[in-house]
């Protein structure tokens, strides 16, 4: 069935660094992609998206392509702050799934230092 | 304007006991879809409501089980409760299904 699959963390960076949290995804159709972030107490916030092959999503400094020949949806921001601390998940939607469901992966943990 | 709205935010149950979750969506939104998260996991997908029906289903038993009102509101009934129920429980909305969801801040369910 489909899938996402994201890189382990917790990932732990010094503030003004370079991020990059890794996604890969398999479908059997052309899926929509989607990145949220999750607070400490919170639930999920969209933070961007993606609907077609090479779209490119960006929101708040964070930006993801959508790449088909690599089946890959990687998060990226060129420089981290405090406040980025939080647990990002990717999620896949199928274009041609009526339901609509969103399929997670298992999240990545981010904790920024000052 | 109001987003989604889960209550309770806390709830305590013991094992074969039954609960109620509720939540209410983002104001224009019509469609609800329901996820458990269980601790260190992505959230999973329960199932999703439209129109008052049930449109999709997860991989979950029968003991969940769900409602859409006619004001779009939802709730989802767990029975026969198992320590393994014990997650946090998000709901999300839409319109319709192909726009983006809006998580409501979920119900913590701890089952002892």
């Known amino acids: 069935g489909d899938s996402v699959t994201q890189m382990e963390g917790p990932v732990t960076l010094s503030e003004e660094a370079f991020l990059t949290i890794n996604c890969t995804y398999t479908?059997?159709?052309?899926?929509?992609l989607f990145w949220y972030v999750q607070y400490p107490g919170e639930g999920l916030q969209l933070l961007l998206k993606?609907?077609?092959?090479?779209d490119k999503g960006s929101n708040k400094g964070f930006e993801a392509t959508y790449r088909k020949e690599t089946t890959s949806f990687h998060l990226e921001k060129g420089s981290v702050q405090v406040s980025d601390s939080a647990v990002y998940f990717c999620?896949?939607?199928?274009?041609?799934?009526?339901?609509?469901?969103?399929?997670f992966g298992q999240g990545t943990e981010l904790s920024v230092k000052p | 304007d109001a987003g989604v709205t889960q209550s309770p935010t806390h709830l305590i149950k013991t094992r074969g006991q039954q609960v109620t979750l509720r939540c209410s969506p983002k104001?224009?939104?019509?469609?609800v879809s329901w996820y458990q998260q269980a601790l260190g996991q992505g959230p999973q997908f329960i199932f999703q409501?439209?129109?008052?029906?049930?449109?999709q289903r997860g991989n979950f038993p029968d003991r969940f089980s769900g409602h859409q009102f006619p004001n779009y509101s939802s709730e989802l009934n767990v029975n026969a409760l198992l320590l393994g129920d014990s997650a946090l429980y998000l709901c999300?909305?839409?319109?319709?299904?192909?726009?983006?969801?809006?998580f409501g801040d979920g119900t913590r369910l701890s089952i002892l």
């Open positions: 999620a896949s939607r199928e274009s041609y799934n009526q339901g609509g469901k969103l399929i």
């Open positions: 479908a059997t159709g052309y899926p929509s």
């Open positions: 993606a609907t077609k092959a090479d």
């Open positions: 104001s224009g939104h019509d469609t």
């Open positions: 409501y439209y129109e008052e029906e049930e449109r």
């Open positions: 999300a909305s839409s319109l319709g299904e192909t726009t983006p969801q809006h």
